[in-house]
């Protein structure tokens, strides 16, 4: 019983402390996802969005906006609307399959937003870093909400011994056609496992 109250407590400490962004390993005082439960089958999360500023920027063809969030990561597909997304390590079982679902979300819409889209990232012949603006046609004429999924799980890996994966929450959708961004302010997240997580040693 003991190895397996202890295999928990791991999981709860990468799930708390263990974020990922663009500048690295978050603090533990900065997470917005809490842990609301845990068993050796499922993980219930709960995400809350922080404040955060929109900042106007000159495009080559008009006025776009960027949303501000400190060390957040970025959807990163070149030409798509460039938006924050929150990104977090999970421990999960060694092998099967691991499922993630949305159970409650409360959002808000702001309009006329125009959002810039993720340059393209290079280097100039004396090696300075460049960027050059990119807009995918139909990515900004589509009439769908991107990202579709507010929450998706990326692919197993292994950290200190341990199995994890990575969790990404997309609190920014935005429709392209109708210049709508959906805020999602609060989520409630339940990341389920085919095989358990951890095993009960009988022994002890």
């Known amino acids: 019983m003991m190895k397996a ?4 407590v791991i999981g709860l400490g990468l799930l708390l ?5 663009s500048s690295g390993l ?3 005082e900065e997470q917005d996802v809490r842990l609301l439960s845990m ?3 499922e993980v219930t999360l709960e995400f809350t969005l922080p404040p955060f500023e929109m900042e106007t920027v000159q495009g080559p063809d ?5 949303i501000c969030l400190d060390g957040w990561a970025k959807t990163s597909r070149v030409g798509y609307p460039e938006l924050p997304l929150k990104a977090v390590l999970v421990q999960v079982p060694k092998e099967g399959a691991v499922e993630v679902q949305v159970l ?3 959002h808000e819409t702001l309009t006329n937003c125009r959002i810039y889209p993720v340059p393209r990232l290079g280097r100039s012949e004396r090696g300075e870093p460049t960027t050059e603006f990119v807009k995918d046609a139909d ?4 009439s769908i909400l991107y990202p579709e999924e507010l ?3 990326g692919s197993r890996s292994v950290l200190r011994g341990t199995s994890v994966d990575r969790l990404e929450i997309h609190p920014f959708q935005w429709n392209a056609m109708t210049k709508e961004l959906r805020c999602h302010k609060k989520m409630r997240i339940i990341i389920r496992f085919e095989n358990p997580l951890y095993q009960l040693d009988d022994s002890l």
């Open 5 to 8: 109250i202890l295999r928990c």
């Open 17 to 21: 402390i263990w974020g990922t962004g």
């Open 26 to 28: 978050a603090r533990a």
């Open 39 to 41: 068993s050796d089958r």
């Open 62 to 66: 008009g006025m776009y906006q960027k």
């Open 104 to 106: 409650e979300d409360e």
């Open 139 to 142: 990515a900004y004429s589509a």
């Open 151 to 153: 929450a998706t799980m």
